[in-house]
C-alpha cells in the first residue's frame, strides 16, 4: 500500500504578534525544528490516527464519520483537514469533470479505502512553534500526494487558513504560511501579503518558559480588552504595525541595534496588551542586563518562548542569565525550508 511523508517547519514570531490579527503586518521566521506526518493508504475504509505528541494513540473511526461527532482535542487539526482536503477535492474533482479535462481527473480515494496518519514532532506541542499549523500543513500536503491531486502553495495555504479557522475560530494564518512557505515572511492577515525576505545570520536566542500559552485564550482576552478600550487598543495595533516596518527595513539591513529596539518596544505594547507575564518578563531582562540588543516574548504570550537578539560575543553569558531567571534555551536555526516531501 502507498505511503507518503512530509515534514514543515515550526516557526517564531519575530514582530507583530495580536496586531497581524487586526489587518496589521508581522514578521515571522520558520525554525529548523520539524513537524512529521506519514500517511498511509489502507485496503478499509477507516481513517486511523496516532499523534504521540498530544496523546492520541490507536484513535480510529470510519471514514464516512471522519469531521463528524465529537473529536479529541488532540486529533482535531489532522480530522478537520483530511475532512476539508475531501470536500475540497471532491469539489475540484467535479469541475474538472464538468470541464470534461477528464485526463487532468485526479485519483481519488475508493470506498472500500482509508488512510492511517502518523505526526511526529521534533519540537515540543509546549513550545508554541505552530505544531497545529505545521501538522495541519503536513496532513493536508501528504494528502495531495497521496492522492495525486495538486495543491499550489496559495491552494493548500487556503486549505489549511480554513483548517486553522475551523478548529480555533480566530487567528492570523502567519503559522501556516511559516510552514509552507518557510524562510523569514513579512505576512499580513489570511495571505493578502507573503513576501519572502533575505535575512541572514540574525543571532537569535530563544527561551522556553517552561508554560504552554494557550492562543486562543489569549486573542480572547485581547478583543475583551479591545472591546472596553477600542480607541486605545486600535492604537496600539497601529504602533505595532509601523514597529513591523521599521523592522523589515533594520532586518534587511542586518542594522541589529535599530531591530533589538524595536523588540524592546514592541514588547512594551505587548505588555500593554496585557499578553505579557512575570517569567517571560524576568527572562527579557536578565537578557537585556546581559547585552542583548533587544528582546520580547514570540507569539501569543502568557507563556511559550521569549526571543533576544544578541552580540555574537555575549550570547553564552546572555544564554545563561536566561537560564538563571528560569528559562530553558532551545536551540534552534532560523530561516527553514518549508513543507517537502520527505519520500
Ligand atoms: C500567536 O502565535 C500569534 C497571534 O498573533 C495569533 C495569530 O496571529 O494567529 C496571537
Redesign the pocket.
Known sequence: MKKVIVSAPGKL?LFG??A??YGRPCLVTAVSQRMRATIDLLDEPVFQLNAPDVHITNYQKAMSQVGKGGIPRGAKFVEIAVANFYSSSEAKRSREVQNDNSSRQARTIKSNQGIKVTTSSEFSSQF?FGSSSAVTVCVLKSLSELLGIHLSNKELFKLAYKTVLDVQKK??G??VAAAIYGGTLYFVKAGKIIEPLQINGLPLIVGYSGSKAD?VT??QQVSEKAKKDSKAIENIYSEIGRLVTLAKIALLEKDWETVGELMNKNQEYLNALGVGSPKLNAMIAASLSEGAFGAKLS??GGGDCMIALCPVKNKQKIAKAIEKAGGEIINVQINAEGVKLET
Open positions: 514570531m504578534e495580536h497581524v490579527v508554541g487567528g492570523s502567519f503559522d492562543t489569549l486573542m507569539g501569543a
